[in-house]
């Protein structure tokens, strides 16, 4: 089992910035799509942004210019940059790894799916 262990969540006003972290206690995110996700207080999950193993970026379009997601593999560890921040950007932020590994010298594969804990940020107006 591999944990994902989130920091960097606060409180911060409007227009300031923060930086999230998540270390994964293993080696995978060279085989792993990385995505952060968010959930406002009532309402649903929100994919926030992917990073894929080959480097590709996609953010959703309330955060494009402002965030920036990043991995550095010998660290094992995923950012997320989140500039200008909004009082609309609060919400519990989860780091989501997911992939495909071969488990055997037959080649067999199976997919995984981890979970950050969840960090809070507060962006007050």
């Known amino acids: 089992q591999v944990q994902l262990v989130e920091s960097g969540g606060g409180k911060v006003q409007s227009g300031g910035s923060l930086r999230l972290s998540c270390t994964a206690s293993?080696?995978?995110?060279?085989?792993?799509?990385l995505a952060w996700y968010r959930q406002a207080p009532g309402k649903g999950r929100e994919l926030v942004a992917t990073?894929?193993?080959?480097?590709?970026?996609n953010y959703a379009e309330s955060v494009k210019g402002r965030f920036t997601i990043s991995r550095d593999h010998a660290k094992n560890t995923m950012y997320l940059q989140m500039n200008s921040l909004k009082p609309e950007d609060t919400a519990e932020y989860s780091c989501?790894?997911?992939?495909?590994?071969?488990?055997?010298?037959?080649?067999?594969?199976?997919?995984?799916?981890?979970w950050g804990q969840g960090t809070q940020v507060i962006v007050s107006s």
């Open positions: 989501n790894a997911k992939g495909v590994r071969v488990v055997n010298v037959e080649g067999a594969k199976v997919d995984f799916e981890y």
């Open positions: 293993r080696s995978i995110f060279s085989i792993s799509t």
């Open positions: 990073i894929s193993s080959g480097g590709s970026t």
